[in-house]
Structures are given as structure tokens and as C-alpha cells.
Nanobody
Framework: QLQLVESGGGLVQPGGSLRLSCAAS????????IGWFRQAPGREREGVSC????????NYADSVKGRFTISRDNAKNTVYLQMNSLKPEDTAVYYC????????????????WGQGTQVTVSS
């Protein structure tokens, strides 16, 4: 079974950057689409970005497009989310997830979730 562990969250000032990592263990890593969700208190969970397993394409929610970049290192079984120009509204718990395919920025058919990592953007 695929297991996911996030790291890299923390406190950052507005305009700053963070890089989140999602390390996978288990088998059939290449089979899965990998993406990131986030959830802030009192708000619905949002699919932030997804990296396709079929064609290598990447997609982003409008709220992060141009600021966030998802990348996938298959040799290390790790997916990264580089977050630049961070805003207070980016504050949330970020989760990586493995799914069967990407529906634009959302992994679908989730097979495994990470435990989440807190990102706080504040001065």
C-alpha cells in the first residue's frame, strides 16, 4: 500500500516561499496521480494542484496559478510543491494525496492520503 508523508510546512511572512515535500513508500508509485489539497478552518477543502501519472501534465487551481509549482521526482518517490509569493489566504493544512487520475487540479479516486502539514502565512 502506498504511504505518503508530508514535510516542509511552517510559518512564513507574506511574499515569502516554502517548499512542501511528499515522500511515498510502498509500491506502484508510477501508477498514481499525485496532488495537493489544502483546508483552512471554516473553509472547504480545495484541490490545489495535480501531477498526472499518464502524460506528466500538471494543473493548478486559479487561486495559486503562477505562484505554486508542482514537480515529481520519480527516482526519489517524492512530489514537491514550491510555493512562492505566499499570501495570508494560503494559510491552511496542506495534504498530499495519491489518486488514480487528475481531474484538472484535483486528484480523483484517492488511494492514499498524507497526514498533513501546516502552512501559516503571517507577519
Amino acid at each position: 500500500q502506498l504511504q505518503l508523508v508530508e514535510s516542509g510546512g511552517g510559518l512564513v511572512q507574506p511574499g515569502g516561499s516554502l517548499r512542501l515535500s511528499c515522500a511515498a513508500s510502498g509500491f506502484a508509485w508510477d501508477y498514481y496521480a499525485i496532488g495537493w489539497f489544502r483546508q483552512a478552518p471554516g473553509r472547504e477543502r480545495e484541490g490545489v494542484s495535480c501531477s498526472s501519472n499518464s502524460d506528466g501534465s500538471t494543473n493548478y487551481a486559479d487561486s495559486v496559478k503562477g505562484r505554486f509549482t508542482i514537480s515529481r521526482d520519480n527516482a526519489k518517490n517524492t512530489v514537491y510543491l514550491q510555493m512562492n509569493s505566499l499570501k495570508p489566504e494560503d494559510t491552511a493544512v496542506y495534504y498530499c494525496a495519491a489518486g488514480h487520475y487528475c481531474s484538472f487540479s484535483v486528484p480523483e479516486g484517492i488511494a492514499s492520503w498524507g497526514q498533513g502539514t501546516q502552512v501559516t502565512v503571517s507577519s
